[in-house]
């Protein structure tokens, strides 16, 4: 009776890669907790998890609650993939466990290494290192926009040189913490997912950088078209109608000489954001297509 009480419930749905940030959002609002999002980038799928001691519905009801919400996130164009709803009862040493095969230390050049706290993975010689793990964070650094935007924040930090960085989705806080362990100065990073924020808080003190990131709430739709502070390197990793919406004000704080490092755009999608950036002066500097998805980061024309 004891071990039963001690399980939890794991619920899971695989869907895209596509998909998977509007499945995780339900499974937040449905479980009042962050999901645990593992993405298998071969496949490609995603299987995001939520654990708990007790369902917030009978088994039954859980799945056609489900499968209403997972049939919604379809009607907005999404690709869904296989939608595979999956509960069961599992040991809670197990579920952890679990996760641990999945996730493999990331290497992003020579210059930073990004693990989880298990890992016993060593970094190369002057590698910055940022730990971080599954179930307490919104991104590991696995999902290819992200991954993108660590390659740019390496390749674009010029030793010995100030540079400042904004982060305007910050998520996990991955890349503002990433940022700081590369040596950029100041760094800020904003969020308007009050969840998000105490999470990159957490993950910030983790890799003990709180005290060089500033990482406060705010909405993107809510800020000034003109900020005071402005940055060598901006990303913004969010929606594409954000992006197109709120262009002029991204680049607004941005240095002359600045980059704008932009993902999450979904490739269909990508035209319209590359037509808002350019309609504020920049230029396309590098683009990447993985999967679904399309990454690039800008310049300004000269």
Known sequence: MNSMKARLWQVSVTTSIEAEEAVAALFENLFDAPPSVFLDTETPTAIVSAYCPKLPLYEADLRVRLRTALARVRSFGLNIGSGRIGIRRVAPENWSESWKKHFKPLEISGALLVKPSWSGRRPRRDQAVVVLDPGLSFGTGQHPTTRFCLEQLAAGRISGRPQSFLDIGSGSGILAIAAA???????????????AVRVSRANAIQNQVEQRVRIFRQDLIRLPLHGSSKFHLICANLTSDLLVQHAKCIVNRLRPT???????????????????????????????????????????RR
């Not at 590369?182 to 760094?187: H, I, N, S, T």
């Not at 950036?277 to 998805?293: D, F, N, P, S, Y």
């Open 258 to 300: 600045g980059t704008l490092i932009l993902a999450g755009v979904l490739r269909r999608q990508f035209v319209e954001v590359h037509r808002s950036c350019i309609a504020t002066g920049m230029k396309l500097v590098t683009t990447r297509q993985e999967q679904e998805w399309q990454s690039a980061a800008f310049a300004f």
């Open 181 to 195: 362990k590369l040596g950029y100065e100041p760094v800020e990073a904003l969020d308007c997912d009050p969840a």
